[in-house]
Nanobody, 115 residues
Framework: QVQLVESGGGFVQPGGSLRLSCAAS????????MGWYRQAPGKQREVVATITSSDRTNYADSVKGRFTISRDNAKNTVYLEMNNLNAEDTAVYYC?????????WGQGTQVTVSS
């Protein structure tokens, strides 16, 4: 059974850091890209960062210089290191995995940045 298991969300004060992880299991193969999206209350889901099988990365302008995406191909796991967090980063973060003709979403993990 295909499954994406996310972890690492939580509550953090402004300026703090969190690391999200997403492990894909259940028969994934030929993964083209993995990434993280987020959805804040009352807003549309938006891309945060993506990484391809050749390690090409792409970031939303709002997180450049603060977030770093990486992947472990052997473990089918993608990570998001988030530094210098601010209140605008508060959202549910979703893991996304795609191949040529398929895609899957994780269940989401809440990140709350507040003093």
């Amino acid at each position: 059974q295909v499954q994406l298991v996310e972890s690492g969300g939580g509550f953090v004060q402004p300026g703090g850091s969190l690391r999200l992880s997403c492990a894909a299991s259940g028969g994934f193969f030929n993964i083209h890209a993995m990434g993280w999206y987020r959805q804040a209350p009352g807003k549309q889901r938006e891309v945060v960062a993506t990484i391809t099988s050749s390690d090409r990365t792409n970031y939303a302008d709002s997180v450049k210089g603060r977030f770093t995406i990486s992947r472990d191909n052997a473990k089918n796991t993608v990570y998001l290191e988030m530094n210098n967090l601010n209140a605008e980063d508060t959202a549910v973060y979703y893991c996304h995995v795609e191949g040529v003709l398929w895609q899957y979403w994780g269940q989401g993990t809440q990140v709350t940045v507040s003093s």
